[in-house]
């Protein structure tokens, strides 16, 4: 009785269900959901009841991509694995996946030893790790064999950034080869790199240097371009493919064509092409700086394909690509040179609360939001049902989130360790009230009541994703 919490009168949303239901919690799990009020639940005993009477009772948020501490362009994200999980925890995000990188000629153990390291006993909320290939060749193919059996069983490929985390076709087609044996997931950074430096070092030459230029040499079509030929390699390789990142209504289109023809094609979308625009690049005074990610964000227009992608489930997922830093000394590092500007956005506290704006917008039903934020990426990357839903036996990973509430987003009032918030003083409808991780209680109301180290590491199975 005293290991037990029992959440009484929420609507519990998941992604396949609506309903008026308690919820009884046990050991860090969920023992049983029954009918508000029935007989069943009114028999149910707990040492703590949390009353969530006009609130919605949701799986906890999982988010599939994020770069905590992640070293890119001469510094480091600014969020560790202690700050940035409980960030998330603020959030209602309870599970992220984090990218193990490999150093070019190191081995991946070494790289995914470190990130164990890096995360080990500062997380609070649980964490998984995917594994950034940076160098394709016969030994870290077969070290790709041996990770996927110890539960990191996704890998990303960068057809961007040469000479860092840069991949050539043949070692793309060769690591998808790979994946269609040993049954990993390749996620792809589809933008055409090699094109993409030389529009920079025109642009640089010119003078063209102001954050506003990342986004026009990081070109709509170099994204497309990119897709379609992974998903091309693909299809040689007999492999699915999962695409990061996608910003470009193009790139969207080639993702459609290619599950049209029913083939294991994923796209993954951000908040910030979703809610963010080429506008926010152009403000003045290095400003737009803080906006510099890649693939860039995009002139708005691009956002009406990302939400139809969304509903059509041509874009399966939305997380956040969390990689924050600062706007003071490290965005400032690219000042008279944009391609300078360490590449990415801080979001991770963000999300939950934005696609339920999207809900409130009429973008997406409230089942959809619970979909691309916890069920599929829980699906997709092994994790389910542990995690993104709420179901007998799941991990009480679980959110009451009151859809009422408003909220400014601001650096003010955000946990990030970045010096802005990239949504500042938008308003959104909504808010998280109580976050449980395995039954603990980690954010209520307006405390933290985690810590570090409560979160553990997930060994994930290989994608469950494949029927759909
Ligand atoms: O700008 C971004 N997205 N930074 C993080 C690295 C990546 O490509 O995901
Ligand atoms: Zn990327
Ligand atoms: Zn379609
Ligand atoms: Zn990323």
């Known amino acids: 009785m005293s290991n037990r919490t029992l959440i009484r009168g929420g609507l519990v949303v998941t992604a396949a269900d609506e309903m008026h239901a308690d919820v009884l919690v046990e050991d860090g799990r969920v023992a049983a959901i029954a009918a508000h009020n029935s007989p069943v639940s009114e028999g149910w005993t707990a040492a703590r009841a949390i009353d969530a009477t006009n609130k919605y009772v949701i799986p906890g948020g999982v988010d599939a991509h994020t770069h905590m501490e992640l070293p890119f362009g001469g510094t480091f994200a600014s969020d560790t694995f202690e700050t940035g999980t409980r960030a998330a925890a603020w959030g209602g995000t309870t599970t992220i996946v984090d990218f193990a990188v490999q150093s070019v000629g190191r081995a991946l153990r070494e790289g995914l030893d470190s990130w164990y390291a890096k995360a080990d006993g500062n997380c609070a909320v649980d964490y998984a790790f995917h594994m950034i290939l940076s160098d394709v060749n016969e030994q870290s193919l077969k070290e790709m064999d041996l990770l996927v059996e110890e539960g990191i069983t ?89 695409v990061v990142h996608v910003s470009a209504e193009e790139a969207v289109a080639e993702l459609a064509a290619a599950r049209d023809k029913g083939l294991p094609v994923f796209g993954e979308t951000c908040p910030q092409y979703l809610f963010l625009s080429t506008d926010n690049l152009a403000e003045p005074d290095f400003e737009g700086a803080k906006y510099v990610c890649s693939t860039p964000l995009r002139p708005r227009e691009h956002q009406a394909a990302l939400w139809r992608g969304l509903r059509t489930n041509d874009l399966q997922v939305v997380s956040t690509d969390h990689c924050p830093f600062c706007f003071t000394g490290q965005k400032e590092l690219g000042r008279g040179d944009f391609s300078k500007i360490p590449n990415g956005l801080p979001g991770v506290e963000n999300r939950m609360d934005l696609l339920h704006q999207a809900v409130v917008d009429g973008h997406i039903t409230r089942r959809r939001w619970i979909e691309i934020a916890c069920a599929t990426p829980a699906r997709m990357f092994g994790l389910y049902p542990k995690k993104g839903t709420i179901a007998p036996g799941a991990d009480a990973d679980i959110v009451i989130y009151d859809p009422h509430a408003e909220q400014t987003l601001s650096v003010e009032s955000h946990h990030m360790n970045v010096d802005y918030s990239a949504y500042e003083g938008r308003r959104v409808t909504g808010r998280v009230e109580t976050v449980l991780s395995r039954g603990e209680v980690v954010i209520d109301g307006r405390t933290f009541t985690g810590r570090a180290g409560h979160g553990v590491y997930i060994p994930r199975s290989t994608c469950q994703y494949l029927d759909h």
């Open 154 to 242: 996704s890998f990303k490929l960068f057809m961007a950034y040469p000479g860092v985390f840069y991949s050539d076709d043949g070692q793309i087609l060769r690591a998808m080869q790979r994946s269609a044996v040993n049954g990993g997931l390749i996620m792809m950074h589809a933008e055409n790199g090699i094109a993409i430096d030389v529009l920079v070092e025109q642009a640089l030459a010119e003078g063209r240097t102001d954050p506003r230029y990342h986004g026009e040499v990081r070109k709509v079509l170099l994204e497309a371009e990119a897709t379609h030929r992974a998903i091309q390699l693909a299809r040689v390789a007999g492999a699915p493919l999962y």
